[in-house]
Every structure is written in structure tokens, then in C-alpha cells.
């Protein structure tokens, strides 16, 4: 695990003295601009003083993916668990994690900020005490992560009067379309209102970033920069746009995809990083990457060519191979390496088995009118008919094979097994044999063919 309390990194040296030019509020009101009390600072050096720079490579809030200093954006259909992550995200940098998802931070402030539109108060409450039981440490650890909640009028002015007290490494806003007031394509506003936002990063010298959403259909598409609602006027705005995905075969999966980077170099853009989401809503790098195109779900706009393939595939027996190491839990890339076959097709094979799965599962909960509950109260019936009638100890062994064997499936796979054994044995036994098989081939129980009775070793 991670540990918070190691020394904070640092990156490069301290930036170097910046030459401002004040333009007042008279002269911005004889070019026509409002006549408010602002200054504009105007950043004009010269080619010899930017060699002179010591400056050599960017600095970094998260090496390679996020600069220090700047916007950068987070986008992806509803339901992904784009606030969680970012929240993470924002957590990390508050204890003084020195990596995040196996990416270097470094750190000055060891601060972060984060506004929320969708969460109100409460729910933050809630779901910061969830995530905090996976990371575990007491709440004075939190005391550098600030929630806003109400800002009044203007967003900008709140965080300048924050930042003003204390600097901070990095501002979560969550999200883009609760604190922007124009059109979704309105162009020259959205442009607009982002420039405000950098002239504060860039003052602050922290970075902002936005959560922000992909469009309509676009999980059908393979991850672009041009998923982003607002398009072209919102993407070219920040510096860093990631695009983030459930994966279409797993749902505890998340694609971590990075689909613009002006500095970042091409091999951390061509392939998703693939993370585990776990109950506490901490996300794990797998150190698994899937190229972009292969992100796609199996049924989308190219379901034609997918189908072509499919067709060729029948015929060479490796779906059935794919299907059996998938079962013995061997890895999309050793399957990728052993077969010599493209990711995709290992994700299609597994869409089938889940999409399998899933439909034994639910016909057998339709066709039953009593409430079971899972280990620890399935009924007698479906006791005897796996052969466990008179040995109860052996029903928590049974779990537990089938965590091992399932593992990789949904959290309530195993459970929804073994409660579809028991409802079917008491009303259709025809979905009780069908299952039973099913637990056979995989080797959670045995099974007699000349006395039809299942065991466990």
C-alpha cells in the first residue's frame, strides 16, 4: 500500500522570476473592456532570457500525464466512477502519496481542492468514510483536502480568495457543466469562460481540473478527444484530456485513456491503462493496457466487422481455448501471447460467457417466487440435490471454490450461483442441472454420471 507519509517529491527547480506588464482599469476601459478594478498581466520575455531559463522539461504533477501548472480534464459517460477517481486523485495529493496509479507525484503544497456540484455535503460525507476504509488513516490526515460546496456567485472569486491564504497542488471541479452557465456549443463562451480558469492556475501555479462528460453514444466509439460534450472548443482549451470507461466485458474494469497529451509522448496515448475499481471505491493499476481500438464494445458501429471476424473465428477452434484459460483466470495478455490472438477477440470471447451467465442466472430468478438468501440459508432441497444435505461444513468450502474459480466475474457471481442452485431445485429443476453442469465443468463440485449425485473432493 501506498504510504502518505513519505517525504513529498519535488520536481525541477523553482520557477524561474516572471516580468508582468500592468495594464490598469483605465486603460482597459479606453479598449472597451468592463471598468472593474482588475489587472491584466501581461507575460512578455525574450528569446535569450527563455534560453537562459533554467528550466529543462515541463514540471509535472503526475508524471508524464498531468503538468503542474495548467487545465486538464476527466470525461466519461454517467455512472463510470469519474468523481471517485478524481476524488482519489485529490486525496492522494493531500496525504503526500508519492504515486498515484503507478505515476510519479510530485508534490510542493501537499494541498488539493475539491468543488462539488453533484455531491452535496452529506453525500461527500458518506462517500469520503467509504473510501477512507480502504486507504485507513484518521481524519487530521484529511485536514489538507478542502470540499467546496457553495460558492456564491462567482467560482473564480472563491478559489482566488482561497489560494490567496494557502497555495494548493491541484483544484478538482466536478463538474464542468454545473459551473459553466453557457450553450454546450457555444464555442467562443466556453473558450472564454476556461481562459479565466487558466489565468488563475497560472497565477497560483496549480493545476484545475474538470470533470466533464463524453456524449451520447460515444462508449460506442473508440476513446477521442472529440467525445467530449462541447467538442473542438473544449478539448483545445485544456492541455491534457483523459476519457474514462467501464470496461464493456468486466464492470469492476475501468479504461484509464489518455486521448490527448501536447506533451505526453505517443507510447502513454496508443493504449488504455486498465484499472480495478474495488468496493471502497479505491482504484488499483492491473499494469494491463488495451489498445484504444479494442475499447469498443463487441456490439457497436463496426458490429458488422465484428461479426465478420466472429465468423472466421468459429473455425479455428481458439475461441474454445480462449474460453478455457479464461476460466482458469489466465490473463488477457499471456492469452494474447499463448494463442497469438488479438485482445479483442479475447474480450468477445468473455462477453459471451458473461452474457451466458448472466441469462442462466436471471431466467432461474424469474421463474422463482421465494426469497433466498445466499451462503449460510440455502434450503435442504438444494442441498441434496448437490450432495451436501448432511454436510453443512462443506457449503462455505463450496464459496470458496467458486471465489476462486469466478474470480474475475462480478462480486455477486458466485453468490447468484449458488442462490440460482437453491431457488431451481425447489422449482425447476431443469435450470438446477443446467447450473450444476456448469459448476462441473469448472470444477467447483464433481459429479457421478452413474448415480447422479455432485460432490466436493
Not at 117 to 124: I, L
Amino acid at each position: 500500500m501506498l504510504n502518505p507519509f513519505e517525504p513529498v517529491g519535488k520536481h525541477g527547480e523553482d520557477d524561474y522570476q516572471q516580468k508582468t506588464i500592468t495594464v490598469s482599469s483605465q486603460e482597459n476601459a479606453e479598449e472597451g473592456t468592463d471598468e472593474k478594478q482588475l489587472t491584466d498581466e501581461i507575460q512578455i520575455f525574450t528569446g535569450e532570457e527563455l534560453l537562459n531559463s533554467p528550466l529543462e522539461s515541463i514540471p509535472c504533477l503526475l508524471e508524464p500525464l498531468f503538468p503542474q501548472c495548467g487545465l486538464a480534464a476527466l470525461g466519461g459517460s454517467s455512472d463510470t466512477g469519474k468523481s471517485a477517481i478524481l476524488r482519489l486523485f485529490a486525496i492522494s495529493v493531500a496525504l503526500g502519496f508519492e504515486t498515484f496509479l503507478g505515476f510519479k507525484l510530485f508534490l510542493r503544497y501537499q494541498r488539493a481542492i475539491y468543488v462539488s456540484s453533484e455531491d452535496a455535503k452529506d453525500a461527500m460525507i458518506c462517500l469520503l468514510k467509504k473510501q477512507n476504509r480502504g486507504l485507513r488513516h484518521n481524519s487530521q490526515a484529511f485536514k489538507n483536502i478542502s470540499f467546496i460546496f457553495d460558492w456564491g456567485r462567482d467560482l473564480i472569486q472563491t478559489l482566488e480568495r482561497e489560494l490567496k491564504k494557502q497555495r494548493v497542488d491541484v483544484i478538482v471541479i466536478d463538474a464542468f457543466m454545473d459551473v459553466f452557465t453557457g450553450g454546450v456549443k457555444d464555442n467562443d463562451r466556453i473558450r472564454e469562460f476556461l481562459r479565466g480558469y487558466k489565468r488563475i492556475a497560472e497565477r497560483y501555479g496549480c493545476l484545475i481540473l474538470f470533470l466533464h462528460h463524453t456524449g451520447k453514444g460515444t462508449e460506442n466509439k473508440a476513446p477521442s478527444k472529440n467525445n467530449f460534450i462541447g467538442g473542438q472548443s473544449f478539448e483545445a482549451k485544456v492541455r491534457v484530456a483523459i476519457e474514462f470507461r467501464i470496461d464493456s466485458a468486466n464492470p469492476q474494469l475501468r479504461h484509464f485513456c489518455v486521448v490527448k497529451g501536447n506533451y505526453i509522448p505517443q507510447e502513454y496515448k496508443d493504449r488504455s491503462y486498465v484499472l480495478r475499481f474495488d468496493e471502497n471505491m479505491i482504484f488499483h493499476n492491473t499494469g494491463e493496457r488495451i489498445p484504444l481500438h479494442d475499447v469498443v464494445p463487441a456490439v457497436s458501429e463496426n458490429a458488422s466487422q465484428n461479426k465478420s471476424h466472429e465468423k472466421g473465428e468459429k473455425n479455428d477452434g481458439k475461441n474454445e481455448q480462449i474460453a478455457k484459460l479464461l476460466q482458469d483466470n489466465y490473463t488477457y495478455s499471456y492469452i494474447q501471447e499463448h494463442l497469438k490472438v488479438s485482445p479483442g477477440r479475447v474480450r468477445r470471447v468473455k462477453q459471451e460467457q458473461d452474457k451466458a451467465a448472466t441469462t442462466a442466472t436471471t431466467s432461474v430468478e424469474m421463474h422463482s417466487n421465494t426469497k433466498v438468501a445466499v451462503v449460510g440459508s440455502v434450503p435442504d432441497s438444494a442441498l441434496d440435490v448437490a450432495g451436501l444435505k448432511d454436510r453443512p461444513g462443506d457449503l462455505a468450502r463450496l464459496e470458496k471454490l467458486a471465489d476462486k474459480v469466478l474470480q474475475g466475474f462480478q462480486p455477486r457471481t458466485k453468490f447468484n450461483l449458488l442462490r440460482a442452485i437453491a431457488i431451481s431445485a425447489e422449482t425447476n429443476q431443469d435450470y438446477a442441472e443446467v447450473l450444476l453442469k456448469s459448476m462441473v465443468e469448472n470444477s467447483v463440485i464433481n459429479h457421478c454420471p452413474a448415480d447422479d449425485t455432485y460432490w466436493l473432493d
